[in-house]
């Protein structure tokens, strides 16, 4: 587990790129999840990962056995605005390379998450497509909770909902205020 580098924004592109052709395939349109290029992500990243603020904001990355990028997960303060962005921190962005499901990183990776998350703020958050079942049951089993709330947006022409989940940031994880170098 490290926080991402510059040099880590190609890599998190790819896994970006195949974690929403995997995981969304049936979801949203097969034509927008075939457009999908790693290379026109990797702008994104790279300004993500220059506008990091340790502790707390920034992306985690975790890496297999080969030393590869595995995963990510990208740590804001809240965007929600019934949310208090000093007390709330938002995962933004949370994927595993679908290579890699099944393997226990997607735990890992959580746990620090939360960890980095719980140095900085009280509540976490995140946003998820309500029907992405598998990514719902990872997050259930991993303490987060549907709060209620939803959004609407269109893709492709494609309505989609997402529903947020939160996380309160007590204990473990404020108490182990273990820190990624």
């Keep these: ?4 580098e510059p040099m880590d924004a190609g890599a998190i592109a790819r896994v970006h790129v195949r974690s929403w052709q995997a995981g969304y395939r049936g979801q949203l349109p097969d034509e927008l999840l075939d457009s999908l290029n790693a290379a026109d992500r ?3 990243w790279e300004a993500a990962i220059d506008t990091a603020e340790w502790p707390g904001l920034g992306t985690l990355l975790i890496e297999d056995h080969d030393a ?5 997960a990208h740590l804001v303060a809240s965007r929600d605005r019934d949310d208090d962005p000093d007390s709330a921190g938002e995962i933004a962005s949370f994927y595993i390379d679908p290579a890699s499901w099944g393997q226990g990183l997607g735990r890992h990776l959580m746990h620090s998450a939360l960890v980095e998350l719980s ?10 497509l309500e029907t992405n079942a598998r ?3 990872f997050y259930g089993v991993t303490g987060w909770t549907p709060d209620g709330r939803s ?15 939160r996380h309160e ?10 820190r990624l170098s």
């Design 135 to 137: 990514a719902r049951a």
């Design 42 to 44: 990797i702008p994104r």
């Design 119 to 128: 140095s900085r703020y009280r509540i976490g958050t995140l946003w998820v």
């Design 68 to 72: 590869q990028v595995a995963g990510f």
């Design 151 to 165: 959004k609407y947006d269109l893709m492709s022409g494609v309505e989609i909902r997402d529903m947020r989940y």
């Design 1 to 4: 587990m490290r926080r991402a």
């Design 169 to 178: 940031l007590r204990a473990p994880f404020r108490d182990r205020r273990a």
